[in-house]
């Protein structure tokens, strides 16, 4: 859809004769109840067992209509449904009482036992990050792809990720492309090879390196796969029994080591047909806030990095996303003592040889910190704290700093009476962002009356944003529920800010 024109422009004075034109334009992308996931469904306790007996008691006729009803119900759903009942068959066939040769549609309605819908966004859609598509062939001139993350929310409020896909044109108006009525979740895909280093300094900090983990590591040469772990641990585990706490260390290195996996989607599907959906221990209550990045490499090659919170139902963890094409992605752990709270936010290349991450350690303030290794992060220092009314309880990032001549372009969230979030910007030095060189004195973006009621009332927010043609174009989630798209005129921006 074609964002042809947009609502009055709306004025927030910042300082006296100073105006910031923040125009909202006509998009807006709400929750979706149509849009259906399918996943497995395992009953807990021996229900399995006593659902597969009763299908195995039905005659073979009975299997095939039953199944002909599934299918005509579901198929046209799903992609493929077929494979995968057979795969949710796989993952109960250590249930059957009886080792009878089933038939193939005997396989796929015990499947169907097993498999359920998830309206994966079917409760908010929101907290957007919106990044350069690695695909610019075949646009007109002045015109970019680009891709928006998006958080998207269903039952039990467990979050995903998922995707759309649009162009800004030359005068800064969007069109996004429709999504397909498909959502597919990838297969899991162990971790290829772990780098036994890296391993070893992540159990130190989980304080897991104890002797039973070293003698595990020892047998593994420099880089291992999942199976060569799992062979090393049963074989160090059947003559370690006499070490305390065999079953907590055993458990923490295959939870650390399953938290480290790949996944990948056909190059047939549309983007808009992928759903990360959470399938790590560390995940198993969502992934939530997604910020993405578009980083240069040494090399002039570009690779796609993006912060997550992992949660679990009770701890917030971050952790990384990678990938080059958004068809293979790899998910890792992020180490080190800085490697807390939400809101970490990697910065587009290296400064000074070094990585640059902001995040917020403490609840409450900005913080900058540097690191040779991408997935180990320490001494995080202060850069900025809650100053102004609108900000007083809670100061944070809204994704990636922004490149620009001038400097490092931050968007920020501030907290303030009533729970109220509201977004600002600040500028960072350019060679050293630790200096802040210019901020807003008041919000360039606070909820209006359209905004302010959703799932969690009186918010705007983004996860990232970028720039085009002299304009900021910034995809915001309001209260939790929506996402709308404004643009604003960068030098208005900065021309507003206090040295």
Known sequence: MRAGSSDPLIYLWVSPMRKIEVERLKIALKPSHSRVLIRPFVPSGNRAERIISRVMCLSEE???????????????????????????????????????????????????YFTQEYALESAALFNPSIVLHPDQSGLPAGSVRFILSLRATGEGHISSIVFREGVLHQDAQITLVPPTPYVVEPERIPYLTYDKPLF???????????????????????TFTLTQLNESITNAARQSQRFPGVKYTIEGIRLLALSNYEKEIDADRQLSELAIFP??????????????????????????????????GSTVVPQLLRTSDFRHFVFNTLNGPAVRNKGMALFPR?????????????????????????????????????????????????????????????????????????MGAFLLDKKDPSKVVGRLRKPLLEPNENEREGYVPNVVYTCGAMTYNGFLILPYAMSDYATGFARIRLTEILNSMDD
């Not at 449904?81 to 009482?97: E, N």
């Not at 900005?366 to 992060?377: E, Q």
Request: a negative charge; hydrophobic letters at 40%.
């Open 350 to 422: 290296k400064i000074n040889g070094c990585y640059a991450m902001l995040s917020r350690q403490d609840n409450e303030n900005i913080f900058l910190m540097y690191s040779d290794n991408v997935h180990f992060w320490y001494s995080p220092e202060i850069i900025m704290r809650p100053t102004h009314m609108w900000e007083f309880v809670q100061l944070g990032n809204c994704g990636s700093p922004i490149e620009l001549d001038e400097g490092w372009l931050v968007l920020s969230h501030g907290v303030g009476p009533m729970r109220k979030y509201c």
């Open 279 to 312: 399938s790590a221990p560390s995940q198993s209550n969502g992934i939530e806030d997604a910020r993405f990045v578009r980083f240069a490499e040494d090399d002039g090659t570009f690779t796609y990095f993006a912060t997550y919170s992992a949660f679990d």
């Open 62 to 112: 009975e299997v095939s209509a039953h199944l002909d009803r599934v299918l005509a119900e579901f198929a046209d759903r799903h992609h493929d449904i077929c494979d995968v009942l057979l795969r949710h068959f796989q993952r109960v066939r250590h249930a059957r009482i009886m080792d009878h040769k089933l038939s193939e549609k005997r396989k796929l309605l015990i499947g169907s």
């Open 200 to 222: 070893e300094r992540k159990l130190q900090e989980l304080e897991l390196d104890d002797e039973l983990a070293r003698r595990i590591l020892s047998a593994l040469g420099p």
